[in-house]
């Protein structure tokens, strides 16, 4: 591609194709005949889920959200551990290295597809050392800005930025996550200069944004942990259309800046050699606890995101593709981590 914008715009373009790709896959293969006696006992005792950022971020809520349900499912406790830092890679880190027996896995948000493009030397290879267990969720990010400051369309953001750059500032989750990429993309469409303000994950940037810290915020409305029509105004939605669920919130290409689409997006991992009869049953339980009606309601009505609920091959092909896209915006920004 010539250039991020123009990759941004095959996202778009493939939006379609990849939300086929998640419904159409095949069921997961079946598990061997032959497993570990430990791997057909399981699960051996309590589940360890990793959030890799720290609480009242998107990744928290929803784990919290989807943990009495697996508890009830699997029949043992299911503990939610945060292991925030460096942009969730620290907690990622730690589920790398875990034991391969099933016991521990991790929630992965939008930026563990440009973590190795962000640092290679991160410890961890973002596709070699985990299976891919489900796609949980997508939502379109909000572009926000505290009800304290004067801007009610995109276009008058713009006007401001334009009429003094380095002047506007915005917070997001972190350096290089789809927040921070999809703003990048914004400046380079439209010649303007924001500040880019990165922050320890939702929580953090929730907090500061209501408290008007930045002119504006950028994050999922889960991300933004209820802030948003309290103390923040919604501007545009990152998403190829607009949300079922904010319906009368205008996309950017609505607001007159095409070419900016982008979806922020949390998949469940595990380590690397866990036998597939073990995934299997942990994607099952997974797929059971999505499937109730109350469930879905909090997460898609409360939380604003759209429940995917993948096959394992089916979130194996979006994180290639995920990591190939992003990972070049990185390049071709230079983007890199303060």
Avoid: C
């Avoid at 929580?203 to 944004?209: F, M, N, V």
């Avoid at 948003?228 to 669920?245: C, F, I, K, M, N």
């Avoid at 469930?295 to 089916?314: I, M, N």
């Amino acid at each position: 591609m010539a250039g991020p914008a123009r990759g941004l715009g095959r996202v778009r373009d493939s939006r379609m194709q990849r939300r086929s790709l998640l419904l159409a896959a095949p069921a997961f293969a079946a598990a061997p005949a032959r497993a570990p006696a430990w791997a057909q006992a399981w699960p051996a005792g309590p589940i360890r889920l990793i959030a890799p950022f720290p609480p009242g971020g998107s990744v928290d809520t929803i784990l919290r959200l989807l943990a009495p349900s697996l508890q009830a499912g699997l029949g043992v406790p299911v503990v939610v551990e945060n292991r925030s830092g460096a942009a969730g890679a620290l907690g990622t880190a730690a589920a790398a290295r875990a034991a391969p027996d099933g016991q521990s896995w991790v929630l992965v948000f939008d930026s563990h597809a440009t973590a190795n493009a962000l640092n290679p030397q991160l410890g961890f290879d973002a596709r070699r050392d985990f299976v891919p267990v489900m796609l949980v969720a997508t939502a379109p990010m909000l572009l926000t800005t505290p009800l304290g400051r004067p801007w009610t369309s995109l276009a008058a953001v713009a006007a401001a930025a334009r009429a003094k750059p380095d002047s506007v500032t915005y917070g997001t989750v972190g350096a290089g996550s789809l927040a921070h990429l999809t703003m990048e993309v914004w400046q380079q469409n439209t010649g303007l200069r924001l500040v880019h303000v990165p922050y320890r994950g939702g929580g953090p940037l929730a907090a500061a944004a209501a408290a008007g810290e930045v002119d504006l915020a950028i994050a999922s409305r889960v991300g933004l942990g209820g802030q948003v029509g309290t103390r923040l105004r919604a501007l545009v939605q990152s998403g190829p259309r607009r949300s079922a669920a904010l319906p009368d919130l205008p996309t950017f290409a609505e607001a007159g800046f095409p070419g900016v689409v982008a979806e922020a997006f949390w998949g469940m991992l595990g380590p690397a050699g866990i036998p597939a009869p073990v995934t299997a049953r942990f994607h099952a339980a997974l797929a059971a606890a999505l499937a109730e009606p109350e469930l879905r309601r909090k997460l898609e009505e409360g939380q604003g995101v759209d429940v995917v609920a993948s096959t394992p091959k089916a979130f194996a092909a979006f994180l290639d593709q995920q990591i190939a896209e992003w990972g070049k915006v990185v390049r071709d920004r230079g983007i890199t981590v303060d």
